[in-house]
């Protein structure tokens, strides 16, 4: 089983950064593809980014791409989401997840998920 704790979440102005971090306990970290999703109230939970447990190809959804960034160290078993040139559309809850595809895009192929982190972003 893993467990998984999101930080880095809080109350943003149009513009700024912010940098989310996850952190995950079990021993085959390096063997899991993770991900990250939001959700915001009323919506169906997205995609926003996600890599593949093989070192393969960095996903990210067209809603963040250029301005998010996603980033994996084995080693503390972290994976973080650096968020640049936030926006309104970007307040969401934000998730970070494990599933043992080598390629997960959807929020069903995962299997665990942290308790999410809120990003508020002011216009």
């Known amino acids: 089983q893993v467990q998984l704790a999101e930080s880095g979440g809080g109350l943003v102005q149009t513009g700024a950064s912010l940098r989310l971090s996850c952190a995950a306990s079990g021993r085959t970290f390096s063997s899991y593809t993770m991900g990250w999703f939001r959700q915001g109230l009323g919506k169906e939970r997205e995609f926003v980014a996600g890599?593949?447990?093989?070192?393969?190809?960095?996903d990210y959804a067209d809603s963040v791409q250029g301005r998010f960034t996603f980033a994996r160290d084995n080693a503390k078993k972290t994976v973080d989401l650096q968020m640049n040139s936030l926006g309104p559309e970007d307040t969401e809850v934000y998730y970070c997840?494990?599933?043992?595809?080598?390629?997960?895009?959807?929020?069903?192929?995962?299997?665990?998920w942290g308790q999410g982190t809120q990003v508020p972003v002011s216009s």
């Open positions: 890599d593949s447990w093989n070192g393969g190809s960095t």
């Open positions: 997840a494990v599933s043992n595809r080598l390629r997960a895009r959807r929020a069903r192929d995962y299997a665990y």
